[in-house]
């Protein structure tokens, strides 16, 4: 229980870069160095980085405790939460072929992790 735990924490900082890194670009066009390099310091994405450099140590940490072929499979998880937030915070649509593909990762890792 302990390592779906662990691999579950990775999950949800996972999750939360992609939700802050989807923050940071929102409402913003890349069209100079000088807008990428506003856009790379921004505390959104500076925030986003760093999350993801606390998700990579944490990744490696569950690597020396875990099986790959189990931990792996679960990070698959992402997946459906990054599409249920965007839609609860960016208001994406998301079409009924997603929500299939969704609901077989959901069932997917559900057998993976017995």
């Known amino acids: 229980m302990k390592d779906f735990i662990l691999c579950l924490l990775n999950v949800v ?6 939700l802050l890194f989807k923050f940071a670009v929102r ?3 890349i069209s100079s160095l000088r807008s ?3 856009l790379l310091f921004s505390p959104y994405m500076l925030t986003a980085l760093t ?3 606390g998700t990579v140590l944490l990744w490696i940490y569950i690597l020396t405790k ?4 189990y931990a792996y499979p679960i990070q698959a998880l992402a997946f459906p ?3 249920i937030l965007s839609l609860c915070f960016f208001h994406e649509v998301i079409p009924i072929h997603r929500w299939i593909g969704i609901g077989i990762i959901v ?3 559900l ?3 017995r």
């Open 51 to 53: 999350l993801y450099v």
């Open 36 to 38: 990428a390099i506003e």
């Open 81 to 83: 939460l990054v599409a």
């Open 13 to 18: 900082l996972l999750v939360c870069g992609q």
């Open 107 to 109: 069932l997917g890792v």
């Open 27 to 29: 409402d913003r066009e």
């Open 66 to 69: 875990v099986q790959l072929s």
């Open 111 to 113: 057998v993976v992790s």
